[in-house]
């Protein structure tokens, strides 16, 4: 079950404690049923108000319980959709849950509320259902047994016949799903991609494609809509004859041969609407919870476990003393991307790696801090083989300034910082070193960037990005065609910025004017290699 394998466990056990408590009033509104009618049929004024009475404070002990059921219900809902949230984000941070935005977007909005209208309300109703059906039939037996034995053999066969449809409805959920990421990753590209559509005149193009892709959506969505209530009517229907008339007429038959008094009859009659519309219920609601299969299957692909705490490295052993590549290739999806490669870097150094677009420089990089593994060759850090380094620590070596650094949609601090404590005379002392001053004095720290840093310059955003890496002490700077799409001024600038740190630096470019070039300690053409 969704709710119990990524909920409170311990909610989910009292709220099941709660539905058997609810699940008797139907059994206590039949017998009140069945007393008022004793009472009038015997004419008897005491029974009658000592079961009005009974009914009065019976109903509000019954509200009040309803009231914490809803309560805790809802409260288990909001944890157990926090929970599936909280997994979906963290893979995707971790590298684990690989997806193009559009699909991450169109999981997390649209799948998993569909997850949680459809799959984990549904499944808490049908434990809710559950019970009400075996405690009436408990109280069903206290009437007559034969009588309610039919009414619950009657509803048993709509059960059986809504097996057929389970798999028509999984079908077109997945046809939706499809569908729904398709849409999305669509409306993605007209937002980024409209000054394009409307430079070239392909307004109308992008309108009847963005039409087809709505239309395909809801034509899907149409599918599985009429697939789940089509099966309902086929398993309604079944209900209404086998679990309402057929033990109705059996019921009137019983009564009207004597086995059965009015007062009885009234209370099964009572009694097997909290039979047979819970039964419909569930049928109903678990047809609709198979429209989530594919999305529960995709969440249960998913490790759960939290990600222990990060453990920061101490000084001593941060300390940054040398870094040496020595013959390494490096190979993605058994391509070879570099081959041949040896490096040599100490404490304080500056080294410019030039070599032409596409041959590699990003992924010499990535290797460096560990996101892409080297196949061949050796690697060391600080005379120790990286393979003896985890990840983590390898990765707190490094910081790395961008080609095109991701600012996100949040304030200038947030995108230095990350959200992680800093004091705030090295908050002050970063901003003075990225030479972003001017902008903090004009702007504020707590200024909204705007999407991908929309409401600042090229040069700033590298200034927050290089600001991002000074501000966590990393003892080797790497840089990747940092000034390419800059000009000349703002790229002498960076410049004047990189090179100044008391850090060990590692730019890749594949142009770079002379003058700029000369300020290095090293430079390796890898192209001459």
Known sequence: ?????????????????????????????????????????????????????????????????????????????????????????????????????????????????????????????????????????????????????????????????????????????????????????????????????????????????????????????????????????????????????????????????GVLTLAAFMGIVQISNSISNPLISMISEGNVIQTTRSIKNRLDELPITESGRVVLINDKRKAFKSLALKEVSIQINQKTILNDISLDLTSGEKILIKAPSGFGKTTLLRALIGDVSVHSGEYRLNDLSVSQISKVELKQYFGFVHQNPFIFNDTIIFNITLGQRFSQELIEEVVHEAKLTTLVTQKGLDYIVGENGANISGGQAQRIEIARALIRKRPVLLADEVTSALDEKTSLSIHDLLLGGAYSLIEVAHHIDSDTAKRFDKCIDLSQI
């Open 1 to 257: 079950m969704i709710t119990w394998r990524y909920g409170n466990k311990a909610a989910f056990m009292l709220l099941v404690s709660l539905d058997l408590l609810v699940s008797i009033q139907n059994v206590f509104l039949a017998f009140v049923t069945s007393s008022f009618i004793k009472s009038a049929t015997d004419k008897n004024m005491t029974l009658f108000f000592r079961v009005a009475y009974l009914s009065v404070i019976g109903f509000i002990i019954i509200s009040i319980i309803n009231w914490f059921h809803i309560s805790l219900k809802n409260k288990i809902i909001r944890q157990t959709n926090l929970r599936i949230k909280h997994i979906f984000t963290k893979n995707i941070i971790d590298g684990i849950n690989r997806v193009d935005s559009a699909n991450g977007i169109a999981t997390m909005t649209g799948d998993l509320k569909m997850l949680e209208t459809n799959g984990i309300s549904n499944e808490l109703l049908m434990i809710e259902q559950a019970f009400t059906v075996v405690a009436t039939v408990i109280g069903g037996i206290y009437f007559n047994f034969l009588t309610t034995f039919i009414f619950v053999l009657g509803s048993l066969i709509p059960v059986l016949i809504s097996r057929f449809s389970q798999s028509g409805i999984q079908r077109s959920s997945q046809n939706w799903s499809r569908n729904n990421t398709t849409y999305t990753q669509f409306l993605k590209d007209i937002f980024s991609g409209s000054d394009t559509i409307r430079l070239y005149l392909a307004k109308r193009e992008a309108l009847n494609r963005a039409d087809k892709s709505a239309e395909s959506l809801e034509y899907a969505l149409n599918r599985m809509n009429n697939t789940t209530g089509h099966a309902n009517v086929y398993t309604t229907l079944a209900a209404l004859i086998f679990g309402v008339t057929i033990p109705f007429g059996f019921g009137i038959y019983q009564t009207i041969t």
